[in-house]
């Protein structure tokens, strides 16, 4: 079938991104460069790239979803869950009043959200015939599981990153408590278990593909961060990994 051929090529992309990344990290954030010339402001630039995986993947729950399998509104609720805190609570709530991303980051995140909901919404809503049964299911509730837990990570890091730039006037200081004892991203860490939680709860190609895209898009980037954080600060705790505790 020609959307195996299609998602296959997707993961292939995702391996392409994942070397560039490592060498070049995307620019926004501390990374952004001046360089680039059109740029719009970072609280609106989230909001644009991120809610079309919410606002999509109801789309398609609407059209194509059956209302009577609940497997298919569980799933859609949980995957509308993520992405509003993405899309609406967090950039309303982070400091990024005054900061610029590059448009064309904006416009790849866009675009990627887009082909995402279209792998997402075609396995869980065609390919795949979920019964009520696999609700209850060991990789269900397994996946379950490690998919708040990673939200619970990825929420809390993120408050503590929002509440520390409130208290240093916007200004990156050194995040301490929680699991940034361990590891400088947790909050990429977070997003990790998320998606890897989908994979197992959606247990098909397409989940596993997203997953492997948030490792290969995440992963280079909180490196990146990682090696900015002990430029940038001398007292830097030397025993922090990057993203994941004890080996990244």
């Not at 090529?9 to 994942?18: E, K, M, N, Q, V």
């Not at 010339?37 to 995986?53: H, Q, V």
């Not at 990789?139 to 509440?163: A, H, P, R, T």
Request: aromatic share 20%; proline share 4%; with cysteine.
């Amino acid at each position: 079938m020609i959307l195996y051929y299609l998602i296959f090529a997707w993961a292939l992309i995702g391996a392409i991104a994942f070397l560039y990344l490592i060498k070049e990290p995307a620019p926004y954030g501390k990374h952004v460069k001046k360089t680039y010339k059109y740029f719009m402001g970072a609280k609106t630039g989230w909001i644009l790239m991120e809610s079309p995986a919410f606002y999509l993947m109801l789309i398609f729950f609407v059209f194509y979803g059956n209302y009577e399998n609940k497997v298919h509104i569980v799933l859609t609720l949980l995957f509308c869950l993520h992405y509003f805190n993405r899309s609406f609570i967090w950039p309303l709530r982070a400091q990024t009043n005054s900061k610029k991303m590059p448009l064309n980051v904006v416009l790849s995140a866009f675009a990627f959200n887009i082909v995402n909901v279209f792998f997402q919404g075609s396995w869980l809503f065609f390919l795949i015939d979920y019964s009520s049964n696999w609700l209850l299911s060991v990789w269900f509730l397994i996946g379950l599981i490690v998919f708040f837990s990673g939200m619970f990570i990825n929420i809390i890091s993120d408050e503590i990153m929002i509440n520390l730039k409130k208290s240093n006037n916007g200004k990156y200081a050194i995040p301490r408590g929680f699991l940034f004892s361990k590891v400088s991203c947790p909050n990429y860490f977070g997003e990790f278990l998320e998606w890897l939680g989908w994979a197992l709860m959606t247990m098909n190609l397409a989940g596993l593909v997203f997953f492997f895209w948030t490792l290969a898009n995440l992963l280079p980037r909180a490196l990146s961060n990682h090696e900015w954080l002990k430029r940038e600060f001398e007292n830097y705790p030397k025993n922090r990994k990057a993203v994941i505790p004890g080996i990244i």
